[in-house]
């Protein structure tokens, strides 16, 4: 089985030479924008423990529910090495329609969808 640690949203995710990770501008329980729709970066990164090591097959989805809509979606494989856990970055760009809830899941090879996180989008409130 599969366990995510060290789930983050942010705007970037970078690696150093030295191999740590760094990010910019995380998000914790919501996003904010000035307004709506909006075009919006979005990077996950993750730290995968497993009780086992060889390829598997990774789906990653955000979904808001209230316009039963998926925002994004990654699919594709990496190989875990015996060794310290792997982590698991991707980003991409998406366009943000409306306010409500995004919904971020993962499933690993046959296993369960995991809810990684849930966040509240959000429309800035005019002021003046």
Same mark, same amino acid.
């Given at each position: 089985?599969? #366990?995510?640690?060290?789930?983050?949203?942010?705007?970037?995710?970078?690696?150093?030479? =030295?191999?740590?990770?760094?990010?910019?501008?995380?998000?914790?329980?919501?996003?904010?924008?000035?307004?709506?729709? $909006?075009?919006?970066?979005?990077?996950? +990164?993750?730290?995968?423990? $497993?009780?086992?090591?060889?390829?598997?097959?990774?789906?990653?989805?955000?979904?808001?529910? !209230?316009?039963?809509?998926?925002?994004? =979606?990654?699919?594709?494989?990496?190989?875990?090495?015996? @060794?310290? +856990?792997?982590?698991? @970055?991707?980003?991409?760009?998406?366009?943000?329609?409306? $306010?409500?809830?995004?919904?971020? $899941?993962? #499933?690993?090879g046959d296993e369960e +969808?995991? !809810?990684?996180?849930?966040?509240?989008?959000?429309? #800035?409130?005019?002021? @003046?």
């Open positions: 089985m599969i #366990k995510v640690h060290g789930f983050t949203v942010c705007d970037l995710v970078r690696q150093e030479q =030295s191999g740590k990770f760094f990010f910019v501008g995380v998000y914790g329980s919501e996003i904010v924008f000035e307004q709506l729709p $909006s075009p919006f970066v979005i990077s996950l +990164w993750m730290l995968l423990q $497993s009780d086992k090591t060889g390829p598997v097959d990774f789906l990653i989805r955000g979904y808001m529910p !209230e316009a039963d809509a998926e925002l994004f =979606s990654f699919e594709g494989q990496f190989n875990i090495l015996p @060794g310290p +856990w792997p982590a698991l @970055g991707v980003g991409t760009d998406l366009l943000v329609g409306q $306010s409500g809830t995004l919904v971020i $899941s993962a #499933k690993f +969808w995991q !809810e990684l996180r849930t966040l509240q989008i959000k429309r #800035k409130p005019k002021t @003046g």
